[in-house]
C-alpha cells in the first residue's frame, strides 16, 4: 500500500499535553487546538516528500529510508534524523520524540507523536 496522497485532519487527542510538554505557550496551544491541517504524501519507493500545511505555516520534509534528513520539530527547530520503515509504519525520533505514521488503510493515517508517557495522537482521512 502506498502512502501518495492528501490527508486531512479529522481529529486529534493528547494535543494541549503534548504541546504543554513541548514549551509551547499557551496562548498558542489555544490558537492551535481547532486549526484543521493537510498532509500530502508523495511516496516514490523509498523517497517521501511530505507537506503539512497548517493555517498559514507549511512544512516540507523530504526523506528517504534509512537515510539522515534534516526535518524540523513542532517548535520550528530543524533537526536530523534518520526515518525507518516498518510495514505500514514510518518511523523516526526527533529532539527525543518518537513519531510513528501508519498507513491503517486506503483512506486512513494515524499519526502518534510521544514523549514519555504524552501521547498525541492525530487521524487524518484521505481526501484525493
Known sequence: MSFSGKFQ???HEGFESFMKAM???DDLIEKGKDIKS?????????????????GP??????????QEAEM???TGEKVKTVVTKEGNKLKATLKGILS???LIDANTIVHTMSVGDIVYKRTNKRVS
Open 57 to 66: 505555516k507549511v512544512i516540507v520534509h523530504s526523506f528517504t529510508i534509512g
Open 72 to 74: 524540523e520539530t513542532l
Open 38 to 54: 493537510t498532509s500530502e504524501i508523495e511516496q516514490n519507493g523509498d523517497h517521501f516528500k511530505v507537506t503539512v500545511t497548517t
Open 9 to 11: 485532519l479529522e481529529s
Open 23 to 25: 514549551g509551547l505557550a
Open 100 to 102: 510513528v505514521t501508519e
